[in-house]
């Protein structure tokens, strides 16, 4: 995991994947399907919008399931991994970044891949957005969801480097 300051170190970190199978779960990859948008629940009473959604709240265990509200995948990178080895240990041709995002107008967020970037490219902070697969090839589920890129006007520079460094390989 690497840090702002640039302070790095090696090791492990348990991921536990946000969701269970349920009325909030269903709801949520149904709406990343049909709409391209994630689902929160709100609770007026404690000001907290949950994302992964709730449908209880935690802090006053009001009802929810009525309290939903969309907002669109863009957010900021919290904190992040770079994985280098499978579930298995076995090596990955290309490290992989794990990323806690933070979606913005609420008070969560998702643990996902960055995609269209380098380990070396990450920022804590940055600004991100989600990625979807095409809607007809979408199932609700959370592989819909391909990670969070930067902003495609950032992007461009990225895009660019690494198709002349594709075409390079070609050559
Ligand atoms: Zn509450």
């Known amino acids: ?3 702002a ?3 790095s170190w090696h090791g492990t970190m348990p991921v536990q994947f946000l969701y269970t199978p349920g009325a909030a779960g269903l709801r949520f990859f149904q709406t990343v399907k049909q709409k391209g948008l994630l689902s929160a629940t709100r609770c007026e009473e404690c000001a907290v919008t949950y994302l992964p959604p709730r449908i209880y709240c935690e802090n006053c265990f ?3 399931s009525d309290a939903w509200r969309e907002v669109p995948g863009v957010g900021r990178v919290h904190t992040y991994a770079v994985a280098h080895v499978d579930r298995e240990g076995r090596p990955l041709a290309r490290p992989e970044i794990i990323a806690f995002v933070r ?3 609420t008070d969560g967020g998702l643990i996902t891949r960055l ?3 380098a380990p070396s490219e990450v920022q804590i902070d940055m600004p991100v957005e989600m990625v979807l697969r095409p809607p007809r090839r979408r199932r609700a589920l959370l592989s819909d969801i391909l990670g969070f890129a930067p902003p495609r ?3 461009a520079d990225v895009g660019r480097r690494r198709l002349t460094r594709k075409a ?3 050559a």
């Open 1 to 3: 995991m690497t840090h």
């Open 5 to 7: 300051a640039g302070r």
């Open 62 to 64: 009001a009802d929810l």
């Open 103 to 105: 979606i913005d107008g």
């Open 115 to 117: 995609i269209n970037l």
């Open 153 to 155: 006007a950032e992007q």
């Open 168 to 170: 390079r390989e070609r």
